[in-house]
């Protein structure tokens, strides 16, 4: 019978970081709610969806490095998991510069489509905002588990937070695909 692995002693610096990752967590949600409420004036000309383009692009990159972080684990490569995840978590970074930006500047679009694919395009985007509003604490302290050592408790936390974080990532695509033609 296979043995589940002891808990690590969590040590005065883990609980710091712990504390930091929540409280990063918590400023980076009200920031985004709070500038999701403030638009500004694009320049004359300046196509304000290209960020929602860019958007897409990123999370569909971050989809294909999360996989490839699935795969280079399972085969025990390391250094290239690391790489991996690590590439995954600085796009993600600015995916959240890109959709504030995005949203700074475009301000929502209304969802033109009706009856069962509007109900799906709603699903889709509650899923996903509730998600991605929730995970960022969780992938911190999945990241935060590996770079310090403690593999047994960040592979429990990845295998966990890798699913969400994953559908994040689709459904943001999926969620431009569906509401691009009425930008």
């Known amino acids: 019978m ?5 808990k690590p002693v969590l040590t005065i610096a883990d609980a710091k970081a712990k504390r930091s990752i929540w409280i990063f967590s918590a400023v980076v949600f009200l920031a985004v709610v709070v500038l999701n409420r403030v638009q500004a004036p694009a320049p004359d000309g300046f196509d304000v969806h290209v960020f929602a ?11 294909l490095l999360l996989i490839m972080g699935l795969f280079t684990a399972r085969a025990g490569r390391w250094a290239l998991h690391r790489g991996v995840m690590i590439s995954a978590m600085i796009l993600s970074v600015l995916f959240l510069v890109s959709y504030i930006l995005h949203h700074l500047f475009a301000g929502d679009t209304a969802f033109g489509g009706t009856g069962a694919i509007k109900v ?3 699903i889709i985007l509650a899923t996903h905002i509730l998600l991605a509003a929730g995970s960022l604490p969780y992938i911190l ?3 935060y ?5 403690h593999y047994p408790e960040h592979q429990r936390m990845a ?11 689709i ?7 569906m509401i691009s033609p009425y930008y």
Do not use: D, E, K, M
């Open 2 to 6: 296979r043995q589940p692995f002891p």
């Open 53 to 63: 383009r860019i958007n897409a692009v990123i999370n569909s990159l971050v989809s």
């Open 120 to 122: 799906l395009y709603y």
């Open 141 to 143: 302290l999945t990241a």
């Open 145 to 149: 588990r590996a770079l310090s050592g």
């Open 159 to 169: 295998r966990l937070t890798w699913p969400i974080w994953l559908y994040v990532s």
């Open 171 to 177: 459904s943001g695509v999926v969620v431009y695909f």
